[in-house]
């Protein structure tokens, strides 16, 4: 099974930045695009990011739009969230996954690992 592993997240001020990244290893499954999708407390799980391998196209959620910036090394099965100005709703749990396109929304198409936590204070 692939295996996935977020990393860079942390407490930081409302207005900083984070750069979490996320190292994909084992088996691989055919996929086209990876995303970051993010669940704070209480709420579902919800999309983020998702980067396009084959032409690195990008996809964000308006609610992150020209703050967070996605990108990904496919020789290395490696993936990126650079987030700035960042808001206290901003705070959750950072999942990263091969992700797919149906009926209309971004879904992760292999598992949900541990994630990473960011916090953002106020």
């Known amino acids: 099974q692939v295996q996935l592993v977020e990393s860079g997240g942390g407490l930081v001020q409302a207005g900083g930045s984070l750069r979490l990244s996320c190292a994909a290893s084992?088996?691989?499954?055919?996929?086209?695009?990876m995303g970051w999708f993010r669940q704070a407390p209480g709420k579902e799980r919800e999309f983020v990011a998702v980067i396009k391998w084959s032409d690195g196209s990008t996809y964000y959620s308006d609610s992150v739009k020209g703050r967070f910036t996605i990108s990904g090394d496919s020789a290395k099965n490696a993936v990126y969230l650079q987030m700035n100005r960042l808001k206290p709703e901003d705070t959750a749990v950072y999942y990263c996954?091969?992700?797919?396109?149906?009926?209309?929304?971004?879904?992760?198409?292999?598992?949900w690992g541990k994630g990473t936590l960011v916090t953002v204070s106020s």
């Open positions: 996954n091969p992700a797919g396109k149906y009926a209309g929304s971004w879904v992760g198409m292999v598992y």
């Open positions: 084992g088996r691989t499954v055919s996929t086209n695009a």
